[in-house]
């Protein structure tokens, strides 16, 4: 059994950072793409950013310039650092992560908060 786990969210006033981090456990034999997503109500959950197994990454036209996307193969984790927060960026943030257990297998955290708000 495999189970993503986020951390880092919370309030944080406009212009500030914040960085989330998503641990994959359990019965992993590989990871390839890693990926961190967001839904606000009555929207769809949009892509962020994401980054592939060789570390080749891409954002959202909204994000680039202010957050990154890295990943720590030997942790299974990937990280999402938020500089420059804006308050259009709260959101319910999940990571999604394709690992092979088995088959391959597309795998959702729980999502964390984050609030951008003076």
């Known amino acids: 059994q495999v189970q993503l786990v986020e951390s880092g969210g919370g309030l944080v006033q406009p212009g500030g950072s914040l960085r989330l981090s998503c641990a994959a456990s359990?019965?992993?034999?590989?990871?390839?793409?890693m990926g961190w997503y967001r839904q606000t109500p009555g929207k769809q959950r949009e892509l962020v950013a994401a980054?592939?197994?060789?570390?080749?990454?891409n954002y959202a036209d909204s994000v680039k310039g202010r957050f990154t996307i890295s990943r720590d193969n030997a942790k299974n984790t990937v990280y999402l650092q938020m500089n420059n927060l804006k308050p259009e960026d709260t959101a319910v943030y999940y990571c999604n992560v394709l690992i092979q257990s088995g088959p391959w297998y597309e795998y959702w955290g729980q999502g964390t908060q984050v609030t951008v708000s003076s």
């Open positions: 359990g019965s992993i034999f590989s990871i390839n793409a």
């Open positions: 980054i592939t197994s060789g570390g080749i990454s």
